[in-house]
């Protein structure tokens, strides 16, 4: 159940027209259509059955029996439509209110990061994989996910090695992948501190580790399962490391568009 106030709750009803039973503009097969985009959820399955049934009341299921990130996750995309299709102002004072509702709901998740752990590429795979993660924590069961997330991770890192030109061996385990793709790192001159490339390094071991509790704890084999706060744990320092890494690609792509341009003027100058 999402943890929301009675008083966050009127706001949201409030600024989501939900008084008649309708949720803004929306037409039964657009919002099932938006809801589906936005958290992969059926907004009429039977378990967000509600009063009579009606748009608001559907929603209100739904706030009901999804845990508090998954519905912020809602609220805030239905925030987005509300400023952009139904004309409410940026500055509404209902609106200011949600966006804080929505923020805590998101931060008071397990792993505050998670929605770094998502898919790079459009391959069905990695996009299950992705959505396999997201799950485990949004049901509050990151011990159940250990094994999806070593996936998720192991087809991350090779995406990361495969842009950096790095030959990638399917065999290859994971903590050798990220350590040739950590030695790539030290020698493009995007980390600024010793530190920072001491931290990545000793994330190798950590990585090799991981295989261990992959096979051992988790639900890959017929294994016992990894307590609860070590799982928890474990999908933190991943989703940190994801979302740490996702900057640093961003500054590698900015970093040799710059190069390239100045390869186009340089060709341009007559000599």
Known sequence: MADLSILEKRQLERLLQMGDGYVLNFSNRTLQEFVSDSVGRDIYDARYAYGSGSKANVLRGFWKEEGSRRVGKLLGDLLDYAQSECGVAADDKDLLACRRTVARLIKDGPVPELDALSAVSDKRDFEAAAKAVRDAIDHNEPEAGLDRLHTFIIKYVRSLCERAGLVVDRDTPLHSLFGGYVKYLGKSGVIESDMTLRILKSSISTLEAFNDVRNNRSLAHDNPILNY??????FNHAAASVRFLRSI??????????????EDINDDIPF
């Open 229 to 234: 706060e070590e799982a928890l744990l474990i």
């Open 249 to 262: 690609e961003r500054q590698v792509e900015e970093h040799a568009r710059a190069v390239a341009q100045a």
